[in-house]
Structures are given as structure tokens and as C-alpha cells.
């Protein structure tokens, strides 16, 4: 198990991968089992170890999470060449209170106001964090990949971690 140090560094290491990220993807499990993505806005402004998505309570992604909690959430910035995937459990939350304090003025294209009754949260509690980021620019990345080609060698592409919350 994890001392409380290293679970704050991870958080700390995780929070600093998604700076700037303001969309994602996503994924439950549907019915049938197959897997199931759509965008979502993300309702936190600094991670603190779980995520928050608002959404409508009688939307299919909340069907799909009563039946089945794993989920992943996916981010990429193609223009930085940032890539991050969550992958945890979610869980319906109907707190006014939490609503409130996520509110922000682009869920009025959802809700009609913070007080609207269609409105719970999904909370993704994640348990792995795996981030790629490579600062290099395009052109760059693809002289690698060519390079690689030639040479047989593998490209270097950045930096990969995997992180345990």
C-alpha cells in the first residue's frame, strides 16, 4: 500500500499532466458490453485526485453507470503532443451543494441554471494514470519515426509514466 507522501506526489505528477485540458472522452461500459465514449467537459479546475463531469440524470451514460462502474477518461492535445488516459470507477453523485461550486456559465448550454433537477455529477475516482508527452514538434516527430525506419532503431517519443492513485 501506498504511504500518503507518494500518493500526494502522484496526485501532484497527474495534476500537472492535465493542466489545460478542458475536454475529454469519456468511455463506459453500455448494456451490451461494448465500450462506449463521448466528449465531456470537465468541471474541476485543479485536480485533486478525482474528476467531475455534470450531466443530465436521465442521459445513457447514467443508465450505463448504474449497471457498470469502470470507466476511462481519456485526454489528448494533438497540438502540444499531450496524451492522458484514466482509467477508475465512477459514481453518481446528486450533492446541490457540489453542483453549485462546479457550476460555470458553459453548462447553461445543458442546464438552465445550477438549480435545474436534471442535473448529477459523475465522479471518477482513478486508480491508473498513464500520460505520454512528447515536446517535440511534428516535423520532428516524424523525422524520428523515419529515422527509425532506416535504422531500425526505436523513435524516442517523449516522455511515458504510468501512475497508481
Known amino acids: 500500500m501506498q504511504d500518503q ?11 500537472e499532466q492535465l493542466k489545460g485540458f478542458k475536454l475529454a472522452m469519456l468511455t463506459t461500459v453500455a448494456s451490451d458490453n461494448s465500450l462506449h465514449s463521448r466528449p465531456m467537459v470537465v468541471q474541476q479546475k485543479e485536480f485533486d485526485g ?20 469502470q470507466v476511462n477518461v481519456a485526454f489528448v492535445d494533438v497540438d502540444d503532443s499531450r496524451y492522458v488516459s484514466l482509467s477508475g470507477t465512477a459514481q453518481i453523485v446528486d450533492d446541490r451543494a457540489k453542483i453549485k461550486e462546479l457550476w460555470t456559465p458553459l453548462a447553461k448550454a445543458w442546464f438552465k441554471d445550477e ?11 482513478p486508480q491508473i494514470v498513464e500520460y505520454w508527452d512528447t515536446p517535440n514538434s511534428t516535423f520532428v516527430q516524424v523525422a524520428g519515426f523515419l529515422s527509425a525506419l532506416v535504422t531500425g532503431e526505436r523513435p524516442e517519443i517523449g516522455e511515458h509514466g504510468k501512475v497508481k492513485l
Open 5 to 15: 507522501t507518494s500518493i500526494q506526489q502522484n496526485i501532484s505528477k497527474v495534476a
Open 50 to 69: 478525482d474528476l467531475w463531469f455534470m450531466t443530465g440524470r436521465d442521459s445513457g451514460k447514467i443508465a450505463e453507470l448504474s449497471q457498470t462502474k
Open 115 to 125: 438549480n435545474d433537477p436534471n442535473i448529477v455529477l459523475i465522479k471518477v475516482e
